[in-house]
């Protein structure tokens, strides 16, 4: 599998290509599901997590299919109840509540690899499967806070006023057994999420975010990636959590990032998703500067460097699609002399 | 006046110190001024406005006053009508739109000038008065926006399709007005915020943001601030808008983001605002540990990493403002060898 290998550091004649948040608003047959199926409903009924899933691959090429759930999935099986509107939103618990959190329970979860069996079974090509978390700091934001925000007030003072250390090596705990959940079930890959980690000052996030994150990746069995944006100032602690690969978003040109993370990391990135907005003329080309920019460079998994925006043109989704494979066609033909 | 030395990078025997939001939420004064006056109304009233202004500067022994005013106070007088709820709400503008802008009405910007004269009239100690606008980037993400936004998905695509540089150059003459008011009316400091240009990576800010910034600060006449928080990725360009210091947020240790900066220029920063909200004693450690790690040296200005959160109880920053002060004292103590 494409991403497979560009996560080996073999290399490609293109880079695989798979777009966070490919699954979404912006696809008018999601559109058309939902009106149907409330946010809830469609995560937890793996036929229409799996049919969401496989929507993008049936429109475009795409080299990886990332399962259909949220980043608080697993919260409800903790014992916490979850509302998505579609953001998350509940009761704010405290840090001595998370520390004490239970197991996830795994038979309510068992939709996740469900829906996993279910996209495989129906894959008509190659592409890997992507399962994903939240990574522990994130999850830990959500639960203290009460949902999302701008500035995280209170998981931010929490962790000033309470050694998070017990809470984050519990959320941790749980997140592995997730994971190992979804590999199980058949997940090629594994993303991390670490959205709210960039909130975080430096030496935070290595006393707090590092540690939980690696615990939750630590001997997954499969390739990994942890993605933290807004975490430009991170950059050189991030091999430090121990995945295969990392992500970053679109603030600094990808091999500046790269070259700060380490080069022998592969890194998965970091095509503005405003450019998408623009429409697919701008989408089309900034993709190909970035290809220009990355030179074929082993290791490359082409991504966003943040999820889809809602709002998107389809047509910038194919565009960018169509300049990554475009692309690895006028290299070959430029090497056999064609172009 | 100590700010201004700090900024000329004179050796102090402490830091200055001010916070930025240090007129607002938190104090219970102004929460009591509010419950009898709208935003709009407080701020436009110069009797209010420099009430609100001084409301700190009588609680605590702070080096700067900073105007009360709103980042989008000049746009209206540029015949755009905004709401401040207390947030900025408008109709959302085109870049061409933007480009075409008329100078500000200065009449309809008096209380501005009105306010500084009056804090200045009632200031009982020396302390310096700081003038401040939006820049161009951060009013213009509003204006296409429409209002704040997690993402600003309609400015962030809008600049890849219309070149801005028409209606930046617009928005950076009317704020240099702007501010060239506020220092004839007494401002002894100006504070470019540039609050949404950490949104942007490193090439559209080199390409847009800094030469708006610039445009609006040069020549102003007094010493200048340009703060441009979620920024790490832009700290080694910064010199370029021309300021006199740079403010960095809490992200990155304030030494480490002062040699990214380049050690020349003074630096404002960099508590993290959050730890206010843990309580005074977390605040004032905090507070300690920051003027332990930056040693005296020349051309801090000691403010928060970003502004006084609402919910920050008055204790912790009392707190803080004891830290610097105590700490100074200490150090001239060790220094007599009475320590």
């Known amino acids: 599998m494409r991403l497979l290998a560009a996560l080996s550091g073999e290399p490609l004649d293109r880079p695989p290509i798979w777009l966070m948040r490919q699954a979404g608003r912006y696809l008018p047959e999601y559109r058309e599901l939902r009106s149907r199926h409330r946010f809830e409903e469609a995560m937890q009924t793996p036929d229409l997590a799996a049919e969401i899933t496989l929507q993008p691959l049936r429109r475009f090429p795409l080299d990886g299919a990332i399962v259909f759930a949220d980043i608080m999935t697993p919260v409800p099986a903790m014992g916490v109840d979850v509302v998505f509107d579609p953001g998350p939103r509940l009761d704010p618990l405290t840090m001595a509540r998370v520390a004490d959190l239970p197991d996830p329970d795994m038979a309510r979860l068992a939709h996740v690899g469900e829906v996993i069996g279910r996209v495989k079974a129906n ?86 975010a590092l540690p939980s994150a690696r615990q939750a990746l630590s001997g997954i069995g499969v390739p990994t990636i942890y993605f933290a944006p807004g975490g430009a100032h991170l950059l050189e602690l991030l091999p430090g959590v121990g995945a295969t690969a990392y992500g970053v978003d679109w603030r600094l040109p990808l091999d500046v990032a790269w070259n700060r993370i380490g080069p022998d990391h592969p890194i998965q990135g970091n095509l503005d998703p405003s450019v998408l907005l623009a429409g697919p003329k701008e989408a089309g080309r900034a993709a190909t500067e970035l290809l220009d920019r990355v030179r074929g460079r082993p290791g490359h998994v082409f991504n966003l460097g943040h999820g889809v925006l809602p709002g998107t043109p389809v047509e910038s989704v194919a565009a960018v699609v169509e300049s990554v494979i475009e692309h690895a066609h006028r290299r070959s033909d430029e090497k056999a002399g064609i172009g």
Chains 1, 2 share one sequence.
């Not at 984050?168 to 190992?180: E, I, P, V």
């Open 123 to 208: 894959l008509d090509r190659e592409a890997a499967v992507i399962g994903f978390a939240g990574a522990p700091v994130t999850v830990l934001a959500y639960l203290l806070e009460g949902g999302g925000s701008q500035h995280f007030p209170v998981f931010r003072s929490a962790i000033h006023r309470h050694d998070p250390a017990t809470a984050l090596s519990r959320l941790a705990s749980s997140t592995h057994r997730y994971l190992q959940a979804q590999v199980k079930a058949g997940a090629d890959v594994i993303q991390l999420f670490d959205t709210w980690a960039g909130l975080l000052d430096a030496e935070q996030f290595e006393t707090w």
